[in-house]
């Protein structure tokens, strides 16, 4: 049995193949509204017991944090994944090419970022817009921008891009160093500038490190001393 993505492909080629005159527009109206059906279930599939096999948005989360991507049809979300993850969502000139929710992880700054094609328990949306579509496009969602000159294609401005997601995210860095060893510059623990303590590293490891846990050393600008010892609500 075709699935739901392969019908959609298999009416799309009819629509492309079937002139376009006055004999065939109640053929080609018939097509758009099974097709308008299909994209709605791919969107909103009905509830059934067992669950199904199409492909959707569930995704699991990964990484230190999650960015959703958000835009009109076709402005070029998935371009802009592509470039900034390396992650392959399908590419066309044609709208409602991504159907489904392609996941892909910037590392920057040692986190790992989370970007999905499709906003859902986002930590921070991106709202992409084509600069070349109608001016009513732009109004509908340019007070939710705070600049422009950002391009997937040429690569013009992603490390500001990048920059003020990171920002907005406001994650810091917490670097781990074994004793009688160097620090490890790697691979820090990623927290939130909100909830930092020493028990939030412990519980970002393993919640089993707090059973067992004395004391922390710590450097850095705001440590009194270096190191200074700390106890875990610190």
Known sequence: MATVMQKIKDIE???????????TSHHIGLLKA????????ILAPPSKGGGGSEPGFDVTKSGDARVG????????????????TGTFSEVA??????LTCIPGVIQYKGARIQVIGVARTCSAILIVLDAIKPITH??????????????????WN???????????????????KPKGLSPDYE??????????????FCLRIHKDLLKHFKYALVWGSSAKHKPQRVGKVS
């Open 13 to 23: 080629d009819e629509m492309a193949r079937t002139q376009k005159n006055k004999a």
């Open 158 to 176: 992603l490390d500001g891009l990048l920059e003020k997601v990171w920002e907005y995210l406001n994650l810091v860095r917490v670097y781990t």
């Open 34 to 41: 099974k097709l308008a059906k299909l994209r709605r279930d």
């Open 93 to 98: 000139s044609y709208e409602f090419t991504t």
């Open 69 to 84: 991507l958000v835009g009109f049809p076709s402005v070029g979300k998935s371009t802009l994944l592509n470039k900034l």
């Open 138 to 155: 732009k109004k509908l969602i340019e007070k939710e921008l705070e600049g422009f000159g950002i391009s997937a294609h040429m690569e």
């Open 187 to 200: 691979d820090p623990v990623i927290l939130s500038a909100d909830t930092r303590s020493v028990e939030d």
